[in-house]
């Protein structure tokens, strides 16, 4: 199975601040496609997760631009450049690559 | 608009069967691959199984292999998950969502089904 980690577990934010999430896989994400099958999600309290961004760095429908993803191959970034209150929340990253599917263990952003 | 609607959640006994519904309307629900995910009560996501669009591939997570099985009903848009012998380690909220294809992203994710396992 790829297991899939992230950091930090906790990332107390700043509205208006940067903030940076890391992920990282134990095997490659990089396609011979080109592609890198890594996901993002959010999972806002009480609610279901929304993706965010897909292939390593495409933005899904209706995300704002402030968020962005990087990375390729094992390592990835999911970056805010500006926080807003509405982004509190666990942040996942998913490789949808190879069954099984893998989520990381979770990102909790939370206003300081 | 994109829904996923999951039903038939609830609390059953150790060893016992459920079988949890999703309902789909919004989209062309035959040309999806569909998924189901969990989340235990404060823990994070994990990927139960995935069927693709015609029902003929299937896949599993090791830990519900030989217990769980996905199916779907293309003509009521409708995808299931037949869960037995149940574990008190199966509670969680189930998740139905769906993707373009193997290997792509999960774009929609339904509201979630509580499953409690318990005497």
């Known amino acids: 199975d790829i297991v899939m980690t992230q950091s930090p577990l906790s990332l107390p934010v700043t509205p208006g601040e940067p903030a940076a999430i890391s992920c990282r896989s134990s095997?490659?994400?990089?396609?011979?496609?080109?592609?890198?099958?890594l996901d993002w999600y959010l999972q806002r309290p009480g609610q279901s997760p929304q993706l965010l961004i897909y292939l390593g760095s495409n933005r899904a429908s209706g995300v704002p631009d402030r968020f962005s993803g990087s990375g390729s191959g094992t390592d990835f970034t999911l970056k805010i450049s500006r926080v807003e209150a509405e982004d509190v929340g666990v942040y996942y990253c998913m490789q949808p690559l190879r069954t099984p599917l893998t989520f990381g263990p979770g990102t909790k952003v939370d206003i300081k | 608009e994109v829904q996923l609607v999951e039903s038939g959640g609830g609390l059953v006994q150790p060893g016992g069967s459920l079988r949890l519904s999703c309902a789909a309307s919004?989209?062309?629900?035959?040309?999806?691959?569909m998924h189901w995910v969990r989340q235990a009560p404060g823990k994070g996501l994990v990927w139960v199984s995935r069927?693709?669009?015609?029902?003929?591939?299937?896949s599993y997570a090791d830990s519900v292999k030989g217990r769980f099985t996905i199916s779907r009903d293309n003509a009521k848009n409708t995808l299931y998950l037949q869960m037995n012998s149940l574990r008190a380690e199966d509670t969680a909220v189930y998740f139905c969502?769906?993707?373009?294809?193997?290997?792509?992203?999960?774009?929609?994710w339904g509201q979630g089904a509580l499953v409690t396992v318990s005497s």
């Open positions: 095997q490659s994400l990089l396609h011979s496609n080109g592609n890198n099958y």
């Open positions: 919004g989209f062309t629900f035959s040309s999806y691959w």
């Open positions: 969502a769906r993707s373009t294809y193997s290997g792509s992203r999960i774009d929609y």
């Open positions: 069927i693709n669009n015609d029902g003929t591939i299937t």
